[in-house]
């Protein structure tokens, strides 16, 4: 079946330390994107990309990093610069970054810290 | 900037009660909107779009939502909703450039079986 994966499903980060949430998708498709989903504040964007090798920033993109080396992967490096990872992270992909395209999301990764 | 408001941030309903859940966008030029639901432990799920013609659309488990361009509003109903139907649902339109989703803060429906 074709998807979105995004491992791993929980996270633990310590103090100073960076970590990556993997997502990878076997849809094809060639726009990719990250969301943080904190309670009462709906999704906000970190971090987009609309063709392998290329990636934008978000509205909330301070404290992460990204890269999209291939079509199917795009993997998010929450970094020690962000003060307040916990949350929970989804990441979605979309044939196209198209107006009318919709988006497709993975399960997510619930990060927290130690 | 394009933006969304939810109205309600936690509905509860008992079953075979009607929904309404309001949902208002600033308009971007281009309309392009969605529902999509979060059931617990799932992920985000499409319900229906919007892009242009008819502005009721029904989409999926017997949802259906009405664009009134006047009002800038794209309120999701249901006219006798379930127990099933426990989920947080979150209206969003379409950053016209950049394609990413832009969220409302979501409403949580919870149904009383």
């Known amino acids: 079946d074709g998807g979105i994966t995004q491992s791993p499903k929980y996270l633990f980060r310590k103090e100073g330390q960076n970590v990556t949430l993997s997502c990878e998708q076997n849809?094809?498709?060639?726009?990719m994107y990250w969301y943080r989903q904190d309670p009462g504040q709906g999704l906000r964007l970190i971090y987009y990309?609309?063709?392998?090798?290329?990636?934008q920033k978000g509205d909330i993109a301070e404290g992460y990093s990204v890269s999209r080396e291939k079509k199917e992967s795009f993997p998010l490096t929450v970094t020690s610069a962000q003060k307040n990872p916990t949350a929970f992270y989804l990441c979605?992909?979309?044939?196209?970054?198209?107006?009318?395209?919709?988006?497709?999301f993975g399960d997510g990764t619930r990060l927290s810290i130690l | 900037a394009q933006s969304v408001s939810q109205h309600n941030h936690h509905v509860i309903l008992s079953e075979a009660a009607s929904l309404e859940l309001g949902c208002n966008y600033s308009y971007g030029g281009t309309v392009n909107l969605f529902w999509y639901v979060q059931y617990p432990g799932q992920h985000l799920q499409l319900l229906l779009k919007y892009f242009s013609g008819d502005p009721l659309v029904k989409g999926i488990k017997g949802f259906e939502a009405e664009f009134i361009k006047s009002k800038f509003s794209f309120n999701l109903r249901k006219p006798s909703v379930q127990w099933s139907d426990t989920a947080e649902y979150f209206c969003?339109?379409?950053?016209?450039?950049?394609?990413?989703?832009?969220f409302g803060k979501g409403t949580k429906l919870s149904v009383k079986p």
């Open positions: 969003a339109t379409k950053e016209g450039s950049q394609g990413n989703l832009i």
């Open positions: 979605a992909s979309s044939i196209s970054s198209g107006a009318n395209q919709p988006q497709h």
């Open positions: 849809l094809n498709h060639d726009a």
């Open positions: 990309s609309q063709i392998v090798n290329d990636f």
